[in-house]
């Protein structure tokens, strides 16, 4: 009995990068998506508080260049095969960081790049290879709303504390711990590849 268990066990299941949540559904699947992702979630709130280091007026521009080019993104997604952009988006979360980190909100225009290049980034490297037809169209729409709400919780979060000294330099520090857990897990991933 005992072995027939581990030999059970020890049947392989395939290994998907993006695998949808077990019961949730491909809409709650993909909308829960960009928290199971450490590169995503890493480049969205590095870019979330980024955005709302110079304030919800002033981001307008950002968040809307972050809106088509995440649109552009998941579209580009159904129709081509994606190699693996995950050192690509813990380089780009690493960047963000150090924006963030350094409080580089003076220069519009890097916002708004940074914002569409981040944007595609996260939503390019998003398909779920286990769905397919009607099913893999809810998916994407889940998780184009789950990385806008991501992004738009930490742009309230990082706007919310620019009021206060302290609380701007505690948006900086996670600016920085950010850039620095991408980096680590870059560097790790660089060395030891799978």
Known sequence: MGRGVLLLLSLPRPALAHSPFEGAGAFYGGLLHPLGVPAHLLLIIALGLYAGQSGI?????????????????????????QPGLEPTLLAAGAIVGLFVASKLTAIRYLSVTTAAIAGF????????????????????????????????????????FNSLTWQKIAVRVMGSWIAAASLLVLALSLSYPV
């Open 57 to 81: 007026e002033k981001s307008k521009a950002s968040v809307l260049a972050f809106v088509l080019a995440l649109i552009s993104g998941l579209v580009g997604a159904s129709f081509f095969v």
């Open 121 to 160: 980034l996260v939503a390019y490297d998003s398909p779920q290879e286990s769905l397919v037809g009607i099913a893999k169209l809810v998916a994407m729409i889940g998780t184009g709303l789950g990385i806008f709400i991501a992004f738009c919780i930490a742009t309230l979060i990082s706007e919310y």
